[in-house]
C-alpha cells in the first residue's frame, strides 16, 4: 500500500503563485510514476504534470512554461513537487496526486486551488 498526503492548496489572484507538495509513503517501488491530475466542476479529470522515477516529466500544453513538477526522495518519503507560477482563473480546480507502480495508481484526497480573476 501507499500513501499520500498532500499539501499547499489555497486561493489566490490571478498572476500569483502556489506550490502543491505531495508526500507517498508505504510500498514504494523504485521504478514509479508520479504526478498531479485535477479536476474542475463539470469537467472531466485531465493530467497536469507527471515526472518518472528516470526524470521524464510531461506537461498538459495549458501550463507549459508556467509549472513546474519535481521530486524529492527523504527518509523513506517520496515527495513530488508543483510549482504553479502565473496562475490563471483557468487552474481553479481540485488537484490530486497520484502515484503509478505496478499497474496500479494511487490517489491523493485532493487539495482545491482557486485562482480569483
Known amino acids: 500500500q501507499v500513501q499520500l498526503v498532500e499539501s499547499g492548496g489555497g486561493f489566490v489572484q490571478t498572476g500569483r503563485s502556489l506550490r502543491l507538495s505531495c508526500a507517498a509513503s508505504g510500498s514504494i517501488g523504485s521504478v514509479n510514476n508520479m504526478g498531479w491530475y485535477r479536476q474542475a466542476p463539470g469537467k472531466q479529470r485531465e493530467l497536469v504534470a507527471s515526472?518518472?522515477?528516470?526524470?521524464?516529466?510531461?506537461?498538459a500544453d495549458s501550463v507549459k512554461g508556467r509549472f513546474t513538477i519535481s521530486r524529492d526522495n527523504a527518509n523513506d518519503t517520496l515527495m513530488v513537487y508543483l510549482q504553479m507560477n502565473s496562475l490563471k482563473p483557468e487552474d481553479t480546480a481540485n488537484y490530486y496526486c497520484y502515484y503509478y507502480y505496478g499497474r496500479m495508481y494511487y490517489w491523493g484526497q485532493g487539495t482545491q486551488v482557486t485562482v480569483s480573476s
Open positions: 515526472r518518472t522515477s528516470s526524470g521524464v516529466t510531461t506537461y
